[in-house]
């Protein structure tokens, strides 16, 4: 039965990430921005079913809260008020085609290189290995409780830090969209 259980899971895992794929797909291809915001949104649905396949429950649904829910509201936002079709007349977005195309094959040969060299390398399968006492103590507690424990005892000063950053930065887009009004 466990061994039924953890194949669905590896092909919930595979669909979710395929149905991610699609979902990218539609956001970088097409012509509409709204489109583009479902495809976000589907995708990032997917990517948080991927993790829930995981039983990584807490990421999953910081995942749907934090993207799927924040994030693509503040895109569409975004899309409702900014005026695509002016910019699109003047054929802005066309004439960077001929330099983003060679960049994103080298940024993508490049990636392949760094997964190939973690995955297959030397030093793989030390990487890859769960040690036995991180096993032994996610066992114990939840999967939202370790990371809580990780997140508030280990990591509190740069999460602390952290929230400021954000704080400051979403301080200042408010002070320079007024600014631009009056």
Do not use: D, W
């Not at 509190?156 to 320079?176: H, K, Q, R, T, Y």
Request: proline share 2%.
């Amino acid at each position: 039965m466990e061994q039924l259980l953890t194949s669905i899971g590896q092909n919930l895992f595979v669909l979710f990430g395929l149905l991610a794929v699609g979902g990218a797909g539609v956001l970088i291809f097409s012509k509409s921005a709204v489109h583009s915001v479902i495809g976000f949104l589907f995708s990032m649905i997917c990517v948080a079913g991927c993790f829930l396949s995981l039983e990584a429950e807490f990421l999953g649904v910081a995942q749907l809260l934090v993207y799927a829910g924040g994030i693509v509201v503040l895109f569409l936002f975004v899309v409702m008020l900014v005026e695509l079709t002016k910019y699109q007349e003047k054929g802005i977005f066309q004439t960077q085609t001929k330099f983003a195309v060679p960049l994103v094959v080298i940024g993508l040969l490049a990636f392949g290189g760094v997964f190939r060299g973690a995955l297959f390398g030397p030093s793989a399968t030390e990487a890859l290995t769960l040690q036995p006492g991180l096993a032994g103590a996610a066992e114990n507690l939840g999967n939202a409780q370790a990371v809580s424990r990780g997140l508030f005892a280990n990591f509190l000063l740069p999460f602390e830090i952290l929230s400021v950053i954000l704080l400051v930065a979403l301080i200042g887009a408010i002070v320079l969209a007024k600014s631009e009004r009056v």
